[in-house]
């Protein structure tokens, strides 16, 4: 079994842009990767059965006009007819990253607390900076989550490149289940403490993101969207102190982001196939 | 009836763009506001029922978790200023509304102008005065906006009227015969009044054109209207004026030019393009196999390597950008894109660059009417670039900003773009293109509307403070980026056959270069799809409007071609074919607008020919004494504008989608210092990559352009080797880019003269330094008026007063480095490292930041007569054995010190790296007055910073014998900077973090 390869779509189009990397990045981590348009998706929904992995990609959908991921996560509600929420029903896995993040949450496939797949909760607004950042950020994973993408990930350097992912929940005790039943996948934390960064703590926190939540998952642990780009270190040399690290013997053979793209292949390899 | 749809935050929710611009409120007009919320409004052209509009709030427009919907009344505040597009202004958010409220509400919705989009901005504790000015000055554009400015009890109950937002036109095309038989002063009031920007001798050509008996017959026989024999139709002139415009045709540049020297030696010049830039190219074309093409499509092509070549195009865009800085910036980035798109059988832009040229952001004195304040452009073109690139997932690898009041008038805005394709696109090689007869003429993407109307005429000519508005057009990367995904999608399934953008002169450019292949075309512009009725025949056909290109398409697959586009959301719509007539043929309808013989078109206009004399200017030199604290005037030129980090703008770009970022932006111990040149892999599982500098220094000008040219030229190349590429030769890869920006207003005096001479001077060093160096340019681009023209009141009185910037050439250079891993960045690295100085140094302070920076504290101009020269051979040699020793890992970090001199590169490199140096002075290799200002900030070109492991240095120093070179210091575990002078004391002892701060300061937050 071990040589079999999960598959994973990534569907694309109407500016997402992360298609490349995406693709490439499921390839290292052992799997095949379609890069589809997503009108082609949405006329044969049916194609998602074929498929293990789907990978919400990031970008502009839109343009993020009227809100990051909003007319996108209509667009995948209302015109693949539930086909997502089949896949995740199917025991399949769901990734999205950034502009993939903010759609998953417009959508409500995340927190989806009581596996409320439909229903908005929690959303991502625009960073108290203000402005769209790329900076690289310091990340721990929770390691108590059931998160299935973040497994043995611990802490991890990653670029955040966005001007819309403070992460905000709605009324109730919804920031509480998170909290409660570990959805909060992972966090931003302060490099000198190493610990989980203050919400104020700019720019280790880069947005404001309640509780510095950089990463959120729902309760089965297999859908789940981050923030920062896995996908934009796959290269033990994306990382800015690359020449650094080598010198310190710490250089990794390939790009630490590339442990994310492996769990969720890992998971399907051992669960799905 | 329309509705207005007004989303708000709920209450304790932050508003960051609402306090932010509270802050910039302060900073900039110096209001104090007691707060400022922000409100987005979308007001709907449809009759929508209470449910529907219910549900759209709930569905799409409100977020449920930090927003709501609201009424104009609702909430706090004194002030309410909404803003929208004027009628007609490309609203991309527009759209995407139109289209997602279309699909929801199950109802027809114009997609142009369905749904406006509007924002509110709500403030208190301020006067009426005081909200005007902030509606004026700092959240509208005239030019592109309205702005409503009205206090809290103007707004009624149902709130705030809805704008008419009909275009209010008629439909009725018209096409006007224009008589060309009339006077001279005739002409050339036809030429002024139409923004055609044609000479009397090219108005002559097209008056003799219209007149030949044979064309008049011919006209006639292919059934023409009568009243447009002898004559020609608005459509024609329009289009040979975007043919012929400067901008198109680059006049000056191929013009014949009579050059006189400041001893009188007179030459003529064939061309400066031709002999200077064009003719080392080629020379160097035939020794580097992997130069593809230069010069001759809409990009340069060059061939990296492992099945992929790379297109590489730079454009300015700074006309429109003084206009209306974001639309003007955003559409120049988006318009190089389709460069990329455009060469061969279309590449896939892959990385962007920027570089701006502006005036002094904290300028404090009035204005000149017309003028925006130089922070505004600033912002402007940096939010409409960093939209563009990040929109459309093209990673940023290089930008710069370049400050000088003479830019505040005219900003100067660079935007480029490098792109990859297959070398093989279905087993054709993929530079090569060709429309066939009978291939459709295709035009994909966009609509036209009347924005962009006579651009390419209207860069050709001075701004002044009545420029037409029309000129300003607003980019829309995510309609771009679908037809670009699309088209790259139909490209690899061989369902075309050309392609070209539609940039300037619109279709009449696109069709007409495309049309040469076959040798013409006949076109119907009724067919084309318009943004909204009443456009005239003439502005269909020359309308710049964006995001289109044309593609030529065999009738076979046409079928093929528009249903892909269908699936892909993008329009496409074929206009008519390419012929062999010779003729260009536009129709509208039935009735033929234009019919135009195509080698009058492209070959009937006489060369310019231009006048040029050179006289040197002999400046009094600077006298002064050397400061006695060299430490805080260090501070102080690190904190210098065109010396500071700009961070807080360039982190606003996505420099890392695809994954492919080695060396980016930002280095160092916090990734927070700007880096010397940017490294990107060429392709995943690749080890090769690119590297990506630039050279710029318009002070030089002041002094002497030849100087000036050659400075940036050694600078481009300096950068890129310090980050760890060669020099090229026939296996490895570096390559230029050139683009001039001048400053020739009238070309019939004495000033035009001179400036002509600056210009022939800049080009003859490019020619000399690319044949000395062996790089070759294979693209560029040119600007020629960049000139202010306007009035300004002193004492009471009008007076007229012009405005040129100084002349600047950007040098852009593009290297492979056959392994990244051996990429070198310009932070130091490790203490104990040894520090080397290469190169040298003379007192070479012409035009410096250091004068400048004296002149300053004594306020008066001083730039001094001792520019910085270059020795290419040195140069060669140094740079040739630093590339090897950097090649077998010796070397821990390399610095190109530019402005500023070795002073502010120690500096720069220590706090990188978070280490301190101490270096001596007397080590340096130096000719000159003996001073420690002048070693510590002579910008001599040909130099660099180097740090070297202890261990390495002597097979390093073996490696640099023959060169000049010294070790003039050592990494220190100390953060202090420590310099000694001549006189064997220390003249500098700084913290670094200190020095630091001071160089992140300046435009922190800005």
Not at chain 2, 60 to 77: A, K, N, Q, Y
Not at chain 2, 80 to 89: C, D, M, R
């Amino acid at each position: 079994m071990a040589d079999k390869r999960p598959r994973v779509l990534v569907p694309t189009g109407y500016g997402l842009n992360c298609e490349e990397e995406t693709a490439y990045g499921y390839r290292l981590a052992g799997a095949d990767a379609d890069i589809v348009h997503i009108n082609d998706v949405i006329s044969s929904p049916k194609m998602l059965e074929d498929y293990h992995i789907l990978a919400l990609i990031g970008g502009f959908a839109d343009g993020d006009h009227i809100a990051s991921g909003k007319v996108h996560a209509n667009r995948l509600k209302y015109r693949l007819g539930g086909a997502i929420e089949e896949f995740i029903e199917n025991g399949k896995l769901v990734i999205g990253v950034c502009n993939g993040f903010q759609t998953m949450v417009k959508y409500g496939l995340l927190p989806a607390i009581d596996n409320r797949y439909r229903t908005e909760t929690v959303t991502l607004t625009y960073n108290d900076s203000g402005k769209f950042e790329d900076r690289w950020v310091h990340l721990l994973a929770n390691s108590d989550s059931k998160c299935v993408w973040t497994r043995n990930v611990g802490a991890i350097s990653l670029p955040v490149r966005h001007g819309e992912g403070k992460l905000r929940a709605g009324s109730g005790d919804v920031m509480e289940t998170i909290v409660e039943e570990k959805l909060d996948a992972l966090h931003y934390i302060n490099p000198h403490t190493q610990e989980i960064a203050k919400e104020s703590d700019y720019p280790y926190n880069p947005n404001g993101s309640a509780m510095s939540i950089a990463g959120l998952c729902d309760p089965t642990g297999r859908v789940f969207g981050m923030m920062p780009h896995w996908e934009a270190y796959l290269s033990p040399y994306n990382h800015p102190l690359w020449q650094r690290l080598r010198a310190a013997g710490k250089l990794p053979e390939q790009g630490l982001g590339l442990k994310i793209g492996m769990n969720g292949v890992e998971y399907a390899r051992e669960k799905l196939l | 009836m329309p509705s207005r749809i007004i989303v708000g935050f709920r209450d304790g929710e932050s508003d960051p763009l609402g306090s932010s611009l509270e802050k910039t409120i302060r900073n900039f007009l110096g209001i104090n506001a007691e707060s400022v919320r922000t409100r987005r409004v979308y007001t709907i052209y449809a009759d929508l029922g209470r449910e529907e509009i219910e549900s759209l709030e709930k569905d799409l427009f409100v977020d449920p978790v930090t927003e709501c919907s609201v009424r104009d009344i609702d909430g706090r505040f004194d002030w309410l200023i909404e803003v929208e597009y004027k009628p007609g202004v490309t609203n991309p958010v527009g759209k995407t509304a139109a289209e997602a409220v279309s699909r929801m509400v199950n109802k027809e919705i114009d997609i142009e102008g369905g749904v406006s989009t509007s924002l509110q901005y709500l403030i208190s504790g301020i006067g009426r005065g005081e909200a005007q000015a902030i509606a004026a000055r700092l959240l509208s554009n005239q030019v592109i906006e309205n702005a409503r400015v009205l206090g809290r009890e103007e707004i009624g109950a149902d709130g705030i009227p809805i704008l008419q937002q009909d275009m209010g036109m008629e439909h009725r095309p018209e096409v006007k015969a224009v008589d060309l038989a009339v006077s001279d002063e005739k002409l050339m009031e036809i030429s002024r009044n139409g923004v055609l920007a044609l000479s009397l001798a090219e108005m002559k050509v097209i008056q003799k054109y219209s007149q030949y008996g044979s064309v008049i017959k011919e006209r006639e026989s292919i059934g023409m209207d009568s009243q447009f024999l002898g004559k020609l139709t608005d459509v024609e002139l329009e289009v040979v004026a975007q043919t012929q415009s400067e901008h198109c045709k680059h006049k000056i540049f191929n013009g014949i030019v009579n050059y006189a020297e400041q001893n009188g030696v007179v030459e003529v010049i064939d061309g400066l393009f031709g002999t200077c830039i064009k003719a080392p190219a080629r020379e160097l074309m035939g020794r580097y196999k992997w130069i593809i093409s230069a010069f001759d499509d809409n990009a340069g092509i060059v061939d990296v390597g492992g099945g992929i070549v790379v297109a590489d195009k730079i454009e300015t865009h700074n006309a429109p950008s003084a206009l209306d800085p974001y639309g003007g910036a955003i559409t120049g980035i988006l318009g190089v894109n389709r460069d990329i798109l455009g060469a061969g059988i279309g590449a896939r832009p892959m990385f962007n660059v920027f570089g701006y040229c502006f005036g002094d952001p904290f300028h404090s004195k009035a204005l000149m009417g017309g003028v925006l304040h130089p922070a505004r452009i600033r912002n402007g073109v940096h939010r409409g670039v960093i939209d563009g690139g990040n929109q459309s997932g093209i990673a940023l690898m290089d930008g710069f900003e370049v400050f000088d009041e003479r830019f505040g008038f005219r900003p100067l805005v660079y935007c480029g773009t490098i792109g990859t394709m297959p070398k093989t696109v279905n087993a054709r090689q993929s530079d090569l293109k060709k429309a066939m007869p009978g291939d459709l003429a295709v035009m994909v993407g966009g609509r036209i509307g009347k924005d962009g109307i006579h651009g390419a005429t209207f860069s050709s000519a001075e701004l002044n403070k009545d420029s037409p508005v029309q000129a300003v057009q607003i980019g829309d990367s995510i309609t771009q980026k679908k037809m670009l995904d699309f088209l790259i999608e139909a490209r690899d399934r061989g369902l075309y056959s050309s392609i070209t953008d539609n940039g300037a002169g619109g279709l009449s450019s696109s069709i007409g270069e495309m049309a040469k292949d076959t040798n013409g075309c006949i076109i119907d512009l009724k067919k084309a799809p318009l943004k909204y009725r009443g456009l005239m025949p003439w502005e269909i056909i020359v309308s710049e409007s964006q995001e289109r290109m044309t593609v030529a398409v065999d009738p076979s697959k046409i079928g093929e071609f528009t249903e892909l586009a269908g699936l892909r959301g993008v329009e496409a719509t074929a206009l008519g074919r390419f012929t062999d007539s010779g003729r260009f043929h536009a129709m509208y309808g039935d009735m033929t607008v234009a019919y135009l013989d195509m080698d009058f078109m492209h070959k009937g206009f006489p060369r310019m020919e231009l006048v040029a004399r050179w006289k040197e200017v002999a400046r009094e030199e600077p006298r002064f004494l050397q400061p006695d604290d060299l430490g805080s005037v260090l501070e102080c030129m690190l904190a210098r504008l065109n010396i500071c980090s700009k961070e807080y703008k360039m982190r606003q770009y996505d420099h890392e989608v695809k994954g492919l970022s080695i060396v980016k932006p930002f280095v160092g111990k916090q990734a927070d210092v700007s880096s010397d040149a940017t490294v990107a892999l060429l392709g995943y599982a690749r080890k090769d990559g690119l590297v990506v500098s630039h050279g710029i220094n318009p002070h030089y000008s002041d002094i002497d352009t030849y100087w000036m040219a050659a400075s940036v030229i050694d600078e481009a190349i300096r950068r890129a080797i310090a980050t760890g590429c060669k020099l090229p030769d026939e296996d490895n890869i570096m390559y230029a880019l050139d683009n001039f920006c001048w400053n020739l207003s009238s070309l019939d005096s004495d000033d035009g003269h001179f400036k002509m001479a600056q210009l022939v001077r800049a080009n003859k060093a490019l020619a000399e330094y690319c044949r000395a160096f062996k790089v070759p340019c294979i693209s560029g681009k040119d600007s020629m008026k960049n000139v202010w023209r306007g009035e300004e009141t002193i004492d009471g009185k009008t007076v007229e007063k012009t405005i040129s910037i100084p002349p600047t050439l950007l040098f852009s250079v593009r290297a492979r480095i056959e392994d990244v891993s051996k990429a070198v960045t310009m932070d130091v690295k490790n203490d104990g490292d040894a520090v080397y100085v290469l190169g040298e140094t003379y007192d070479e302070l012409g035009a410096s930041e250091y004068f400048a920076y004296v002149g300053e504290k004594a306020a008066e101009k001083m730039v001094g007569n001792n520019v910085p020269k270059v020795d290419a051979v040195k140069a060669i040699k140094t740079y040739s054995a630093l590339s090897a020793a950097i090649e077998k890992g010796l070397v821990s970090s390399a610095h190109t010190p530019t402005l500023g001199g070795l002073g502010v590169a120690m500096a720069q490199s220590a706090f990188a790296g978070g280490y301190g140096i101490e270096a001596d002075l007397r080590k340096v290799p130096y000719l000159g007055e003996r001073r420690d200002d002048y070693i510590l900030f002579s910008q001599s070109n040909s130099r660099f910073i180097v740090t070297v492991p202890s261990t390495k240095c002597s097979e390093f120093e073996g490696m640099m014998d023959g060169t000049a070179y010294a070790r003039i210091g050592t990494v220190t575990r100390s953060t202090r900077l420590k310099v000694t002078g001549l006189g064997g004391t220390v003249v500098i002892d700084s913290d670094i973090q200190a020095l630091k701060e001071s160089w992140k300061g300046t435009l922190e937050g800005m």
